[in-house]
């Protein structure tokens, strides 16, 4: 029977039975005129080898009304080497249930370009196994439409290598939900390019536990811009162990409402580098939560500069053990306002070195009751200290020489020693 000399209507005409008599040979004679005038019901009755026969210059001759006609179990009879020939309204008719239906050998032979064809309705359709069966170049080939409509769970179903394969645009579209959806092991394949293609809202998405597994590479990609973005409570959450991660670079643009959600327990963990970093306005954000929790080491290492930006208010807030590790070389840096703002369990802290370091010139800062709150034991460690006030005319100071007390009085502009 030369069933390519059939016309459109005598096709049409076939009995299913007639129709699953032909030989594949037959079926591989049918021209592309032919094809679409199947039925339905002559569609659903083609066998497993019937299937498998079209050629692909055949397949592109289906119509969407018949590539929907297929039951869902005769899906998975088409050919590698057919799949690749489907065309973008062919793949786009495939029913939602149909999309299940393929196997995922059948998933990865569709090429990249055909990949594009799939509809944002028929994604979500796509199992978790078919989702884990895309390669390389299917996963770049996604477009915007595509990638928003990811379910969370086939979300979190791509694998860590699948992760990296997304391209910079790509990272981009994904909602604020998405992003939120991802789990631990895949957070951490982010590449660095990746984590720098993030954008405020998504940064912002990011919750707690993705937010800790961060790695010092992905934490160091993050732009200068990006680090303004995360939320205080997102900053709470990073880890003592990833916060010497942060470049001095980063540390700079750190708004001053994130520097100020810094907990005690991430203060502690700042190293040399980013301490010295801080700028002047961050330093003088910092609360008294903040203050009170710089140890030792992070103490000796603030610079002149950072010293001289302290408030006198912050200046009260360090505790007598703190006061105490401040270096000699940082002593001279500390202001008139800083001084006076001194409290007496401070100033009873002072250590012989620290008291030696005071220059002439910030002695005077010294107010009268400060003074008074020194320990007899701290006066010998003066080169020149100042006693109160006695009146409006007279003042007195306390000169050390050689272990040799002299108290200089002046009454008026006369001036009497006495030993």
């Known amino acids: 029977m030369q069933v390519a000399a059939f016309t459109r209507e005598q096709i049409a005409s076939?009995?299913?039975?007639?129709?699953?008599?032909?030989?594949?040979?037959?079926i591989q004679s049918l021209t592309e005129d032919q094809i679409p005038a199947f039925t339905k019901i002559q569609i659903l009755h083609l066998t497993e080898d019937q299937i498998q026969s079209f050629l692909p210059i055949q397949i592109v001759a289906f119509t969407p009304i018949q590539i929907e006609s297929f039951w869902l179990w005769q899906i998975p009879f088409f050919t590698k080497e057919q799949i690749p020939n489907f065309a973008k309204e062919q793949i786009a008719s495939f029913?939602?249930?149909?999309?299940?239906?393929?196997?995922?050998?059948?998933?990865?032979?569709?090429?990249?370009?055909?990949?594009p064809f799939f509809t944002p309705e028929q994604i979500p359709e796509f199992t978790l196994d078919q989702i884990k069966s895309l390669t390389e170049n299917q996963i770049q080939a996604l477009i915007s439409s595509q990638i928003?409509?990811?379910?969370?769970?086939?979300?979190q179903s791509f694998t860590i290598e699948q992760i990296s394969w997304?391209?910079?645009?790509?990272?981009q579209v994904l909602t604020s939900i998405q992003i939120a959806s991802f789990i631990e092991n895949q957070i951490k394949s982010f590449t660095p390019i990746q984590i720098k293609s993030l954008t405020e809202n998504q940064i912002q998405?990011?919750?707690?536990?993705?937010?800790?597994?961060?790695?010092?590479?992905?934490i160091q990609s993050f732009t200068i811009e990006q680090i303004s973005w995360f939320w205080s409570w997102q900053i709470q959450v990073l880890t003592?162990?990833?916060?010497?991660?942060?470049?001095?670079?980063?540390?700079?643009?750190f708004t001053l409402s994130q520097i100020q959600s810094f907990l005690p327990i991430q203060i502690v963990a700042f190293t040399k580098e980013q301490i010295q970093s801080f700028t002047l306005l961050q330093i003088k954000s910092l609360i008294e939560n903040q203050i009170s929790f710089f140890t030792p080491l992070q103490i000796q290492i603030f610079t002149p500069e950072q010293i001289l930006f302290f408030t006198k208010e912050q200046i009260s807030w360090f505790t007598t053990d703190q006061i105490q590790v401040f270096t000699?070389?940082?002593?001279?840096?500390?202001?008139?306002?800083?001084?006076?703002?001194?409290?007496?369990?401070?100033?009873?802290?002072?250590?012989?070195?620290?008291?030696?370091a005071f220059t002439k010139d910030q002695i005077p800062f010294f107010t009268d009751m400060q003074i008074?709150?020194?320990?007899?034991?701290?006066r010998k460690f003066f080169k020149v200290i100042r006693i109160p006030i006695i009146n409006k005319l007279k003042t007195s100071s306390l000169i050390i020489k050689e272990n040799q007390i002299f108290v200089e009085e002046k009454i008026g502009k006369k001036v009497v020693n006495e030993v």
């Open 14 to 26: 076939f009995l299913p039975l007639q129709v699953q008599s032909f030989w594949l040979w037959q």
């Open 95 to 115: 029913t939602l249930d149909q999309i299940r239906w393929f196997t995922l050998l059948q998933i990865q032979v569709f090429t990249p370009e055909q990949i």
């Open 148 to 155: 928003e409509v990811f379910a969370k769970d086939q979300i």
């Open 166 to 171: 997304f391209w910079s645009w790509q990272i």
């Open 205 to 218: 998405a990011l919750i707690s536990s993705q937010i800790e597994v961060f790695a010092k590479d992905q």
């Open 240 to 253: 003592s162990i990833q916060i010497p991660f942060f470049t001095a670079e980063q540390i700079q643009f």
């Open 328 to 356: 000699p070389e940082q002593i001279p840096y500390f202001t008139k306002e800083q001084i006076q703002s001194l409290t007496m369990e401070q100033i009873q802290s002072l250590i012989a070195q620290q008291i030696q």
């Open 372 to 378: 008074q709150w020194f320990r007899t034991d701290q």
